[in-house]
């Protein structure tokens, strides 16, 4: 080749043609090479880092519970917004929902909730028994009920469930070997303890009780009956909290000093300002019951029955509703149990205008603002609790220990700390680098090893990937619900039982009473009393 | 087709950008096949703009994405391996040209748009999948393989 170059075609192959044929080809071998070297020390990196780390390296598969044998006859107490999602968990939804579900679909084909619904494990259970005291939700649970085939509108019944006006008749009928409590806060401990004396098992929602007194009593009647008892606190199910416990046992971040959990929502439904559902009145609503707990009894309030959750007298407010995912969250990977004492301090900062059409009548009591310190001197660690019901800022949950830090979502993600005793030389010779993840685990991904492409990691904090455990998408709440009811099939204690309920009970209980008295509450632990 | 001329500098200056076009392309090739954990899923749900429910649509069949996955995969590594060789260059260079356009209309740099994936500059319109594809088509314009490369061998036999 001169200055110019020709392609002119010739027939004759000679040397020079072989060399500006292959001329390009040894890129080919540089490719090779450079891919080798950079695979090798990624896989040096992460094989050391395996080694060091220790973790387990299989993935958590999507193992249905058994559900053989007769089939069990549920009631559901309370059939509002809980109480809906819980029957869906358990495969029960009205027609009208599901047609509803299967219109979203056959427009959005990204809406996977009618096929997510019928694909849900069917658990063997029948719902005998629907209890509420408003008629309109009262019937939606009894369509549900119905609904055995999970069929949409025009789809074929099954036999009718029963009506209770008052749980007590559900109870004493031998037609209910379990109910679901999804009444209001106010309501637990009485239904819980008159359910236990009454032998049928229970899966309670959170919060445990509204009072300090009531967390003795009800475990006092769960443990005296033998009854199979499960609260709702459905994070048991999330796979990165088995990991992150592992990771916590495996001393992963050494010594744990400081845990810091949050609650951020913003919108009136998050604030428990709910609607108000215009057929409700005083012939459609048994208030004289829903109030029967209440020490002092209210005028017929639509805004209080609905909203119950704004007011201390039905309601946990902010600590045992939503503090108790958290801490039962923790102390599903730490078993820390009871704080030795609590504070706790915030107000009603944002939900306090009748004029923005927050309220009708009256202002919620519960803060909306509300932050929580729970400390545990024998285990050197304090548990720090912060909420707003009025921005979405997500923090997440972070557990800080001397070596390293865990971040936890629905991916679990642990970073070393560049002052480290443990990781320091692998840090010297340049192995970790504090800045990025020595320990990622992403639910769903097929493999589990240390270090996940940071591409990955953008999508699956974003959710855009593996929402799938096992090939399917499975709802906590349904995975929650069909633990118990093996539990009840077996005779086994399911995760979030009576004495992980009492725990997280007592801490909830001495939030509220730190905040309401305003003054530091300590527990004793010896003789169960708070002081 | 009419013989082109090159100076040297030209010939060479059109090698290089080629392979360097297959070099980026076989190695993203090579990196989606040796990670047991890759899938095309992340990247067609971010999908933004005009054509933002076909991706999602594709994305939502499992047939169909793992066909995406396997033609991501292996046309990354043939296209990359064919315009660095000079082998079926020209069939190479036009699939790289369809499947840059499929990235680009995924992911277009539209304005109020922005994406999970953090992009490391600043783009409007135009954006490197772009620019890619747009010089794909120039080496199509510059048959180069004729000269360097295998496909020398298949050209000049007739």
Not at chain 1, 71 to 93: D, E, H, N, S
Not at chain 1, 229 to 256: C, F, M, P, V
Request: with cysteine; charged share 25%; net charge neutral.
């Amino acid at each position: 080749m001169s200055d110019k170059e020709k392609n002119t075609g010739g027939s004759k192959m000679n040397r020079r043609d072989v060399i500006k044929g292959l001329a390009t080809v040894p890129v080919l071998g540089a490719m090779a090479y450079g891919t080798w070297r950079k695979t090798r020390q990624d896989h040096i990196r992460s094989h050391k880092l395996a080694k060091e780390l220790n973790m387990s390296s299989e993935n958590l598969e999507y193992t249905p519970y058994k559900h053989d044998g007769d089939t069990l006859r549920i009631g559901i107490i309370g059939f509002g917004i809980r109480g809906t999602q819980l029957m869906k968990a358990a495969g029960f939804a009205p027609p009208k929902t599901v047609q509803g579900w299967k219109d979203d679909a056959a427009k959005d084909s990204n809406n996977k909730r009618y096929s997510d619904f019928l694909e849900q494990d069917d658990l063997n259970i029948r719902i005998t028994g629907v209890c509420d005291l408003f008629d309109v939700h009262a019937e939606d649970g009894l369509s549900a009920a119905a609904n055995i085939g999970r069929e949409s509108s025009d789809g074929k019944m099954g036999p009718a469930a029963k009506r209770y006006r008052n749980y007590r008749e559900m109870l004493d009928s031998d037609e209910i070997d379990a109910v679901i409590i999804a009444s209001p806060d106010h309501w637990h401990a009485q239904m819980t303890i008159d359910a236990a004396k009454a032998g049928k098992h229970v899966y309670a929602e959170k919060g445990f009780s509204l009072t300090m007194d009531e967390t003795y009593l009800i475990r006092d009647a769960v443990k005296s009956s033998g009854i199979v008892y499960q609260l709702g606190h459905q994070g048991r199910q999330t796979e990165s909290y088995i990991k992150a416990k592992e990771a916590i046992d495996k001393k992963l971040i050494g010594k744990i000093n400081l845990i810091e959990v949050c609650t951020n929502r913003n919108s009136p439904n998050g604030a428990w300002v709910y609607d108000i559902h215009p057929d409700a009145n005083e012939q459609t609503v048994d208030w004289t019951q829903f109030e029967e707990p209440c020490p002092v009894k209210h005028p017929w309030s639509p805004e209080r029955f609905f909203r119950w959750r704004c007011w201390w007298d039905y309601g946990t407010g902010l600590s045992g509703d939503l503090l108790t995912h958290e801490f039962d969250a923790i102390n599903q990977i730490l078993g820390m149990g009871i704080p030795a004492s609590a504070s706790a301090s915030g107000g009603v900062y944002f939900y306090k205008d009748k004029a923005k059409g927050h309220y009708v009548n009256e202002i919620r009591e519960v803060p909306d603002v509300w932050n929580a310190v729970l400390e545990y001197p024998d285990q050197d660690f304090s548990i720090l609790y912060s909420a707003t019901l009025a921005s979405n800022q997500d923090r997440g949950k972070t557990i800080m220990g001397h070596d390293g830090s865990l971040k936890l979502g629905n991916s679990l993600t642990i970073y070393a700390d560049r002052e480290s005793t443990r990781y320091k030389e692998k840090i010297e010779s340049g192995l970790i680098d504090p800045e990025l993840p020595i320990y990622t685990y992403i639910p769903g991904r097929k493999n589990v090893d240390t270090v996940a492409s940071a591409t990955e990691q953008y999508f699956a904090s974003r959710g855009l990937l593996y929402t799938y455990r096992g090939g399917r998408r499975v709802d906590t709440t349904h995975l929650h619900i069909a633990e118990w009811i093996q539990s009840i099939r077996e005779g086994t204690q399911p995760s979030c039982n009576i004495d992980q309920a009492f725990e997280e009970g007592v801490a909830a209980a001495m939030g509220i009473k730190a905040h309401r008295e305003n003054r530091t509450i300590f527990w004793d632990k010896d003789t169960e009393q708070i002081v | 087709m009419k013989d082109i001329t090159y100076s040297k500098w030209q010939l060479w200056s059109l090698v290089i950008l080629r392979v360097a076009i297959g070099w980026h392309l076989l190695y993203e090739g090579i990196v989606k096949l040796l990670n047991p954990n890759w899938s095309s899923l992340g990247y067609l749900m971010d999908s933004k703009g005009l054509f933002e429910g076909l991706f999602h649509a594709m994305a939502g069949n499992a047939v169909v994405l793992n066909v995406m996955d396997f033609i991501n995969v292996w046309g990354l590594i043939l296209i990359g391996a064919g315009l660095i060789v000079g082998l079926f260059t020209r069939v190479a260079a036009i699939s790289g040209i369809i499947l840059l356009a499929f990235y680009y209309l995924s992911h277009p740099a539209i304005i109020g748009v922005s994406y999970a994936m953090p992009t490391e500059g600043s783009y409007l319109w135009v954006n490197k999948n772009l620019i890619e594809l747009l010089t794909l088509w120039v080496v199509i314009l510059f048959p180069t393989w004729k000269i360097i490369g295998m496909d020398r061998f298949l050209f000049n036999k007739k």
